[in-house]
């Protein structure tokens, strides 16, 4: 049997360090696994979508995390999937409130294709509350980020903001 590929899909408008503790969950289970980042034009990001694979790379490489690919897609999920020949999707899992939301894309998921799997990893504790919205609220008005995103991505959000 071939290892599984997974693919780890979203918006990472930054990568936090709540994504990177599901990568490092998930390759113990996906030793294949490819972080995609959605271009989605209706999601006002804050980094364009190059930016934030450029970001991805740099904190994964800060972190010692070597061996995750870093691509982008747009469109649906599932084809992106396809055409990196995944067999399962990996979603995070912070608290009972994303429950809804990750298990409605998980089914519209397998409604398009029953044969790939959604697997959902539980965040560390300590990351349940983290989201990249909040970390770049709290930038934006001056707090300190460092417990939240790897310095590579702080420095990513210092000069966004800063050029605005
Ligand atoms: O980090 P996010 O924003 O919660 O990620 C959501 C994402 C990007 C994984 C999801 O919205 C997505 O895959 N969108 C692409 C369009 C699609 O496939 N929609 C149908 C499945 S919900």
Redesign the pocket.
């Known amino acids: 049997m071939t290892m599984p590929k997974a693919i780890y ?5 930054p990568i936090t360090y709540g994504h990177i503790d599901i990568v490092r969950r998930a390759r113990k289970l996906f030793p294949k696994l490819i972080i ?3 271009a ?1 034009p209706n ?1 006002n990001a804050l980094f364009s979508v190059e930016e934030r694979e450029r970001i991805t790379r740099d904190a994964l490489t800060e972190m010692g995390i070597d061996g995750v690919e870093v691509t982008s ?8 999937v396809h055409k990196l020949g995944a067999s399962a ?1 990996v ?1 995070g899992l912070r608290a009972n409130s994303d429950f809804d ?1 990750e298990f ?2 998980a089914l ?2 397998r409604d ?1 294709d029953s044969d790939i799997e959604t697997v959902l990893f539980m965040t560390a504790g300590k990351y349940s509350f983290l989201s ?1 919205s909040i970390v770049k609220e709290v930038k934006r008005f001056g707090g300190n980020i460092s417990s939240f995103v790897p310095d590579s991505v702080d420095k990513a959000l210092s000069k966004k903001f800063a050029s605005q």
Do not use: E, H
């Open positions: 899909p979203g918006s990472f408008d995609a980042i959605v989605n999601k897609y747009a469109g649906l999920l599932i084809d992106c999707v979603r939301y409605q894309m519209t998921n398009l990249s």
